[in-house]
């Protein structure tokens, strides 16, 4: 079985690439990564030496490099992590958003129309549903929510969910998508909420919280996140979609305190700042369907998981501090 990763030099990616290599150590797994600023190949070191595993810097809008790839690797199983994916980032620069997410994905599924594969995988967000009133706790994103996209980023995202649905109807490619919600864990580039307030909080930095920190966000552990993926591809029916969820709803501000408290810090770093444009209230998944189907649950308590994502980065220094001194980031965050 050869399956191919692209995005794998990024958060998810290379995380599933791990649990992939681990779980299926027969497999050959070939990773197709542009290296933006959110890619970084220092993350696949482990694998690299593998002779199990192939890298090779291709963007997914470059028709002419994806199918030469897939004439090389003639790859069974396509699941597709690359993608333009930090909100703020859509609102000031959406062209991209649209290149890679929708672009880049008809790319590789015209790849697979020609080479013949037995599933396209499609890792899609919650952030599609749009979002949810913070006084209904009641209500959750199924399957058939309609689509209602807040920003850029979410809207290039629903178009490429539609376009992956559109070649399972029209040209019958054995795709499937899932809608996760908010991942965290190893590996996260440190503009998301998470990692930022992790290293910011170690520096002594100020913590910026958008708003009043009244957001509310369902967080799953990233290889709680692979192994529902790997379910989909091995065992999930074609043409369907589905919703990856956690059960931990959390506000933006509880998250942070938490974060101040594990590390022993004052919440006085906590600084309140200009909410976001179009900020979606609150996400929160029903998985009910995949559990049903595939048996998928969560394994990873946020308790848990906050802690070994914060033990990570005490433990990984050399890996975040060096993407900090990147101008990029630094401008960003300015």
Request: charged share 25%.
């Amino acid at each position: 079985m050869t399956i191919l990763v692209t995005g794998g030099a990024g958060f998810i990616g290379s995380n599933f690439i791990f649990y992939m290599m681990d779980r299926y150590p027969e497999y050959r797994i070939v990773c197709l990564d542009c290296l933006t600023y959110a890619g970084n190949l220092a993350t696949l070191d482990p694998v690299m030496e593998s002779p199990n595993f192939r890298f090779a810097k291709v963007n997914i809008t470059d028709r002419e490099a994806v199918f030469r790839i897939f004439e090389e690797e003639k790859p069974d199983i396509v699941v597709n992590f690359a993608a333009e994916s930090h909100v703020d980032r859509s609102i000031t620069h959406p062209q991209i958003f649209l290149e890679t997410n929708i672009i880049g994905t008809s790319v590789l599924m015209d790849a697979c129309r020609r080479y013949g594969i037995g599933r396209f995988h499609q890792v899609s967000t919650d952030e599609v549903y749009g979002d949810l009133p913070l006084d209904r706790p009641d209500l959750f994103f199924t399957e058939e929510t309609p689509i209602h996209t807040s920003s850029p980023y979410s809207s290039s995202k629903a178009a490429a969910d539609l376009l992956v649905l559109s070649y399972y109807r029209t040209y019958g490619l054995p795709v499937s998508i899932s809608r996760c919600s908010n991942n965290y864990g190893p590996y996260q580039f440190p503009e998301k909420l998470i990692p930022l307030m992790i290293v910011n909080a170690l520096n002594d930095d100020p913590l910026p919280v958008y708003g009043k920190g009244e957001n509310v966000r369902d967080w799953l552990y990233v290889e709680d996140h692979c192994r529902a993926i790997d379910l989909i591809i091995h065992n999930g029916r074609t043409g369907e979609v589905y919703n990856v969820g956690g059960h931990n709803e959390m506000r933006n501000l509880d998250i942070v305190r938490m974060i101040c408290r594990e590390l022993g810090k004052p919440e006085e770093l906590i600084t309140f700042v200009a909410d976001r444009k179009g900020h979606d209230l609150r996400y929160a998944i029903d998985p009910a369907k995949i559990y049903r189907e595939l048996g998928w649950c969560p394994e990873t308590k946020f308790e848990e998981g906050i802690r070994m994502t914060i033990r990570w980065y005490l433990e990984h220094r050399e890996w975040w501090g060096t993407l900090l001194q990147r101008g990029d980031l630094q401008k960003l965050y300015k």
